[in-house]
């Protein structure tokens, strides 16, 4: 049994067994969940849309992982997502021939400048002021919001420019191109997360920001930086998350996102403590998160239900995560926790 030992002291073991459990259930009960079509070169299913709807959480779950990795929380991004997809839309704007009103990339560009400004604010904030951040970023999910809708004149933006779709409607190699913009990004983040010693600094200053600040570790600036950058991640969803509807209401683009994205970082194994973070457990929180709600609309579950069956559901995986509950388990029976 070594080899079950080894594989169960893998974080990204519990989020997988969630994620083969559901799609398990959703095999035998929910006709036709796996089946895929090909239209025009493009792939088409409930799989398919589940990795396509799944992106804008999966970038916000990117950012948030390094956030919490240093031990803190950010609220925002749900209102960042719709600046940001409020800036691009009144950039873009465009009449019903599809002229915008400014160059794409020019609109595009704008509206992540914006988006790193707010989460350059939020750093600002926790790391220079020393707010609690979960007060520091609330103060922009309800300004956000505010900001949002200023700029969106408070009304629902529509875009005409059908080559902006290409993010959230296009299809590369027959897969939704979003999916390459989730890729691209966690690659980035890996490589220099990984591959260079800012990993083990983010983790150190999540662990006992004292003692990394005495092995020389700039704890102020590091968190400063990885607030910006999960600003950035916000932003790209928010593009996104545009230009899958072709359009930005800036009252509800982006609402309730960052309570999934929290939700799939911590499925995914990153504690709200600090410390180690698991990006790819993150990827696998979202698809989880995702794959729950598609299942919950598939079976016609009633909106105000289905928060309730999804909150019950994360509870049960969370359960399933913990390692004193799993010992408290298996004591009733007599044996003892494999994983230590």
Same mark, same amino acid.
């Given at each position: 049994?070594?080899?079950?030992?080894?594989?169960?002291?893998?974080?990204?073991?519990?989020?997988?067994?969630?994620?083969?459990?559901?799609?398990?259930?959703?095999?035998?009960?929910?006709?036709?969940?796996?089946?895929?079509?090909?239209?025009?070169?493009?792939?088409?299913?409930?799989?398919?849309?589940?990795?396509?709807?799944?992106?804008?959480?999966?970038?916000?779950?990117?950012?948030?992982?390094?956030?919490?990795?240093?031990?803190?929380?950010?609220?925002?991004?749900?209102? +960042? /997502?719709?600046?940001? @997809?409020?800036?691009? %839309?009144? =950039?873009?704007? $465009?009449? !019903?021939? *599809?002229? &915008?009103?400014?160059?794409?990339?020019?609109?595009?560009?704008?509206?992540?400048?914006?988006?790193?400004?707010?989460?350059?604010?939020?750093?600002?904030?926790?790391?220079?002021?020393?707010?609690?951040?979960?007060?520091?970023?609330?103060?922009?999910?309800?300004?956000?919001?505010?900001?949002?809708?200023?700029?969106?004149?408070?009304? +629902? /933006?529509?875009?005409? @420019?059908?080559?902006? %779709?290409? =993010?959230?409607? $296009?299809? !590369?190699? *027959?897969? &939704?191109?979003?999916?390459?913009?989730?890729?691209?990004?966690?690659?980035?983040?890996?490589?220099?997360?990984?591959?260079?010693?800012?990993?083990?600094?983010?983790?150190?200053?999540?662990?006992?920001?004292?003692?990394?600040?005495?092995?020389?570790?700039?704890?102020?600036?590091?968190?400063?930086?990885?607030?910006?950058?999960?600003?950035?991640?916000?932003?790209?969803?928010?593009?996104?998350?545009?230009?899958?509807?072709?359009?930005?209401? *800036?009252?509800?683009?982006?609402?309730?996102?960052?309570?999934?994205?929290?939700?799939?970082?911590?499925?995914?194994?990153?504690?709200?403590?600090?410390?180690?973070?698991?990006?790819?457990?993150?990827?696998?929180?979202?698809?989880?998160?995702?794959?729950?709600?598609?299942?919950?609309?598939?079976?016609?579950?009633?909106?105000?239900?289905?928060?309730?069956?999804?909150?019950?559901?994360?509870?049960?995986?969370?359960?399933?995560?913990?390692?004193?509950?799993?010992?408290?388990?298996?004591?009733?029976?007599?044996?003892?926790?494999?994983?230590?």
């Amino acid at each position: 049994m070594a080899w079950w030992k080894s594989l169960t002291r893998k974080k990204i073991f519990w989020p997988l067994i969630a994620l083969g459990v559901l799609m398990l259930f959703n095999l035998f009960f929910t006709p036709n969940f796996f089946r895929f079509e090909i239209k025009e070169g493009h792939l088409y299913g409930n799989v398919i849309d589940i990795l396509k709807n799944g992106a804008p959480i999966m970038l916000l779950a990117v950012g948030l992982t390094l956030v919490i990795a240093t031990k803190g929380i950010d609220i925002s991004v749900g209102s +960042i /997502v719709a600046i940001s @997809a409020g800036v691009v %839309a009144m =950039l873009i704007g $465009g009449d !019903l021939h *599809g002229v &915008p009103k400014y160059p794409i990339p020019y609109a595009m560009a704008a509206a992540l400048v914006v988006s790193v400004m707010c989460g350059m604010w939020n750093g600002m904030l926790v790391a220079r002021i020393g707010m609690q951040p979960v007060i520091a970023t609330l103060i922009l999910l309800v300004a956000g919001r505010g900001i949002a809708m200023v700029t969106t004149n408070a009304m +629902i /933006v529509w875009l005409y @420019a059908k080559p902006f %779709a290409l =993010l959230g409607q $296009g299809y !590369l190699l *027959g897969l &939704p191109f979003s999916i390459f913009i989730v890729a691209g990004l966690v690659l980035m983040t890996v490589i220099i997360t990984r591959r260079t010693a800012l990993g083990l600094f983010i983790e150190s200053v999540g662990i006992n920001p004292t003692a990394a600040r005495f092995t020389g570790i700039n704890a102020k600036n590091l968190i400063f930086w990885v607030y910006t950058f999960c600003g950035f991640c916000a932003g790209v969803s928010g593009l996104v998350v545009c230009s899958t509807v072709m359009s930005a209401d *800036g009252n509800n683009a982006g609402v309730g996102y960052e309570m999934d994205a929290i939700l799939a970082v911590v499925l995914g194994g990153t504690s709200m403590n600090g410390g180690k973070f698991y990006l790819v457990g993150s990827m696998v929180g979202a698809l989880i998160v995702q794959t729950l709600t598609t299942t919950i609309y598939a079976f016609g579950v009633p909106p105000e239900i289905a928060q309730v069956v999804k909150a019950l559901v994360v509870w049960i995986v969370s359960l399933l995560q913990s390692k004193t509950f799993r010992s408290m388990f298996l004591g009733m029976f007599g044996k003892k926790e494999l994983s230590v």
